[in-house]
């Protein structure tokens, strides 16, 4: 079997990403995701090493809520039938995510 690595992923399986792209106004990674089966429940992201904080945003990148849990290389956030839920990936400054 061939290896494999992935740069990102998402859990659970009724959860999708949409986009993924560098943040317009910091040195973060912007995650749009979709809950498609019409589940509550919780979104893991597994981001690339380095992460400094994480926070769900609108669509137009600006927080909202208090900031998520970064544990490792994982982002935790709830997510309820069929949002649409972004998050922001904060990253130091002198890195590249």
């Not at 986009?19 to 893991?44: P, Q, R, V």
């Not at 380095?50 to 609108?58: L, P, R, S, V």
């Amino acid at each position: 079997m061939a290896a494999r690595h992935s740069f990102v992923s998402v859990e659970p399986n009724n959860v999708v990403m949409t986009a993924m792209k560098k943040a317009e106004d910091s040195n973060a990674l912007i995650f749009h995701l979709y809950e498609w089966a019409g589940k509550s429940g919780s979104i893991t992201i597994t981001v690339p090493p380095g992460a400094t904080g994480a926070t769900e945003t609108n669509l137009m990148e600006k927080p909202e809520g208090s900031p998520l849990s970064v544990t490792g290389n994982k982002v935790t956030v709830p997510v309820h039938p069929y949002e649409i839920v972004a998050v922001r990936v904060d990253y130091p400054h002198n890195s590249k995510p």
